[in-house]
């Protein structure tokens, strides 16, 4: 049988399955984690000009927390959406 080729990040969670490093959680905790991935869903595309020299600054802010500075962009908005004020 054919082992399938899987991704540098499919290989770090299949080591750590091996190594009983995921636990099992109750079905009120996996329902809260299923909603909080569930809300941060992107299934909208917007489309909007900005000063180059911002996008160039979230860039580099992104690169330092290492993540995607579309995915910083998007918490933000996310954020934004969901304050009281």
């Known amino acids: 049988m ?21 636990v099992n959680v109750d079905n009120a905790e996996f329902e809260t984690i299923a909603h909080a991935i569930a809300i941060r869903r992107r299934d909208a595309v917007l489309n909007v000009r900005v000063n180059s020299e911002d996008i ?3 860039k580099e802010k992104a690169k330092r927390f290492g993540v995607p500075y579309q995915t910083l962009i998007s918490e933000f908005i996310h954020r934004l959406a969901h304050s009281q004020s």
Not at 2 to 22: C, F
């Open 56 to 58: 160039k600054r979230i």
């Open 2 to 22: 054919r082992r399938a080729k899987l991704t540098r990040q499919e290989k770090a969670i299949e080591n750590a399955l091996i190594k009983g490093e995921y």
